[in-house]
Structure formats: structure tokens, C-alpha cells
């Protein structure tokens, strides 16, 4: 199976009503994508307010062989379900979707919280391995947003998963709350399958500073910033597939191009990548040259990893939209609040008065908190 997948989260609409689907131009983009050989699709219960599912059955299902193509979709984890409600929203999806299986079917958007109390309390891993029984999915699977000690925990517990969708890019790579290597290591520890989401991180690695973009032309003058940032993903052993968003034609006209026949990075392309990072980082709002002098604190608490995620969000196309904002509150699950509304004057003091740390963490707390995504978290 080629190695692009066609994310079903940003289709063309046709108004600002998310469930308004330009249904004609989804069908010309589904029929190009198939043509070019590429065959995995990816929705979930809520994408467009539950209106993915629909659309794809009708772009697809409706409209070419079931086996000319595989089919994922998600449980959604988050909106809280009892146990009694789990067979009825999943025979809902395979209505909607108009069909009998779904090749991948994941849990969404599992955390530590999530995994704690929703996913134990409804046993939705069992309910999974009884509809793989009956025939009706085929791989057992899950999203994740979390640290990677949490997602070892659930992988020892839970051998049946056989593939995990993560956030995987390589700006996120080393990057503290979503710990993109740590949590790819931890999947081919288990001998499970990396399903990548966020290749190019909303959009943000599609447009590269200007010095690095000079620096990829010159490589390769047909290649976009976007088509190294999938390559580094799909590049990594045991990735079964990197899902892009896609919202026109002409965005799977450029990714089926270079993905038809993917070559695997270059040492120079991934120096080039790891320039990129860096000149990224050289835009944060806040900057320091040793974020780890942060953490020294009488909290004990990693704030740098707070501020980086801030300072990522406000570089992004739309910071409200971030994969970061899947991560702090469990984060702070862990530790004492009253961190929060510490006092971090000696922090200030180690960075040489870079910036002001109390100032710069309370906004960046108050940023993450106001739109997290965890909205079913304290």
C-alpha cells in the first residue's frame, strides 16, 4: 500500500457550515486520488460535525469496489459515551459510512485521562476485539495524544492494538508534550504500526522561512516544503501510512506527485530539516538558547515544555488549532496546581532576563487552558 493517506477532516465546503461538503469537487478528489494509486482514507464520527462519514460514502463507497480502497474511522472517546451507547455509535458509523468492516478502526484521541476512566468504564477495547471477532473491523487501533510513559502503559495492557495514530513531524520530533520520537519508538517497541497525523503540522510546514525554502529549491526545485515534511514521516520504518488533510484538487495533485514512487530522505535533506527547526524556533515569541534552565524550580515542574508550546502555537496558521492544545491539561494532571500560579523570579534571574518568566507562563497557561481541545478536563 502506497504511503500517503487522504485525511477527511478539511474537505472543500462550500459555506462556512462545516457539514456543508462540496460534495461534486470531494468526488473529483477521491477519484484523482485512487487513480494515482493511493488507497487509505481516514474519518472519524465528528469530522465536520459528522458529516465526513457521510460524504465519503457517497465519494467513495457508493462509487468504487470495496476492495479498491481502505477504510478508517474512529470511536469518539471524548464525547463521553456509557458502555450501553458503544454498539449503537458504532453501527451508526457503519451505516453511515455504507459499509460492512472498516479495515482500521481506532479509539479517538486517547489520553492518560481518557484511558483511566472513559475507555475502562465502557471496556471499549473489549467491545473492539468483539467487533474485529464478528468481522467488522479488521485492526484494532487508536490516536493518541500524550506523553510516551503513558502510551508504553497502555501498549503492555492492551497487546491487540496493532496500530497507533500519533502526531509525527519533524519539528515535533524532540519537542517535550508531544514527543513525536519517544512516542514513535515506544509503537515499534510493541511491533505495532505508526498511522501519522500532522505530517506538515496544520499547514505550518507547508510555509518554511525563507532561507531554509531557498535552501530546498536549490536541492530540488520541483520539491514544496510540504513534500519533505511527509517524506520525513513516511521515510521512518514501520509508518503504514502519513495523512494529509486535503481540502482541493490540486493539494492531491501535489501529493500523490511525489509520493507515487517516495524516495526516502537524503542525510542532506534531513540537515536541511533539522535547519528548518531551527529557524523556526528563531521566531518564538519567547526564546531562550537552554529552555531546560526553566525547569530548575521549586515545583518541580518542566515549564519549559509549556513555553515551547505556546511559542509553537503563535507561529502555527491557526493557533487555536494546534496539536498542542490536545496536550496541557493532562499535563498538569501530574503535578500540583499551585505550580500555575507560582512565583518564577529565579527562573528570570538563570535566563539572564530574556524575558520575564511569571509573565510569559501565566499567558501561555492561560492560552492552552482557554483552548484546549480537553474540554472534559479540569
Known amino acids: ?192 504500526q505508526v498511522i501519522v497525523m500532522e505530517p506538515v503540522k496544520g499547514g505550518m510546514l507547508a510555509r518554511v522561512p525563507e532561507d531554509v525554502a531557498a535552501r530546498m529549491r536549490q536541492w530540488n526545485a520541483a520539491a514544496s516544503p510540504a513534500s519533505y515534511a511527509i517524506r520525513f514521516a513516511a521515510s521512518l520504518e514501520g509508518v503504514l501510512v502519513v495523512l494529509s488533510g486535503m481540502s482541493t484538487l490540486e493539494q492531491v495533485e501535489d501529493n500523490t506527485s511525489y509520493m507515487r514512487d517516495m524516495k526516502p530522505l537524503a542525510e542532506g535533506e534531513r540537515a536541511l530539516l533539522q535547519d528548518a527547526k531551527e529557524a523556526f524556533c528563531k521566531t518564538w515569541k519567547y526564546n531562550y538558547e537552554d529552555f531546560a534552565a526553566l525547569d530548575e524550580n521549586a515545583y518541580g515542574v518542566p515549564i519549559s515544555g509549556i513555553l515551547r508550546a505556546y511559542n509553537s502555537l503563535l507561529i502555527q496558521p491557526n493557533p487555536t488549532f494546534g496539536a498542542e492544545l490536545n496536550y496541557y491539561k493532562s499535563f498538569r494532571s501530574a503535578y500540583d496546581r499551585a505550580f500555575e500560579a507560582g512565583d518564577y523570579a529565579k527562573q528570570t534571574e538563570a535566563i539572564g532576563g530574556a524575558f520575564d518568566v511569571n509573565a510569559a507562563l501565566r499567558e501561555a497557561i492561560a492560552f492552552e487552558t482557554e483552548n484546549s481541545f480537553q474540554t472534559y478536563m479540569d
Request: one cysteine or more.
Open 1 to 192: 500500500m502506497k504511503k500517503l493517506g487522504f485525511g477527511l477532516m478539511r474537505l472543500p465546503v462550500r459555506s462556512e457550515n462545516p457539514t456543508d461538503i462540496d460534495q461534486e469537487t470531494f468526488n473529483r478528489m477521491v477519484d484523482r486520488f485512487l487513480e494515482q494509486g493511493f488507497t487509505y482514507f481516514d474519518t472519524s464520527y465528528v469530522y465536520h460535525n459528522g458529516a465526513s462519514e457521510t460524504a465519503i460514502r457517497e465519494a467513495l463507497v457508493k462509487r468504487h469496489e470495496r476492495g479498491s480502497f481502505v477504510l478508517a474511522s474512529k470511536f469518539p472517546t471524548f464525547m463521553m459515551p456509557d458502555e450501553a451507547q458503544a454498539e449503537g455509535i458504532f453501527h451508526e458509523q457503519l451505516e453511515k459510512c455504507g459499509v460492512e468492516f472498516f479495515d482500521y478502526y481506532l479509539l479517538h484521541n486517547v489520553n492518560r485521562y481518557l484511558y483511566a476512566t472513559e475507555i475502562q468504564n465502557a471496556r471499549l477495547f473489549e467491545h473492539m476485539k468483539a467487533w474485529k471477532e464478528q468481522g467488522k473491523i479488521r485492526h484494532i487501533a487508536f490516536s493518541y495524544h500524550d506523553d510516551a510513559a503513558h502510551l508504553d502503559q497502555i501498549l503492555t495492557e492492551h497487546p491487540e492494538v496493532e496500530a497507533v495514530q500519533i502526531a509525527l513531524n519533524y519539528y515535533d520530533w524532540e519537542e517535550p508534550f508531544i514527543q513525536a520520537r519517544k512516542c514513535y519508538e515506544v509503537i515499534r517497541k510493541h511491533g505495532a
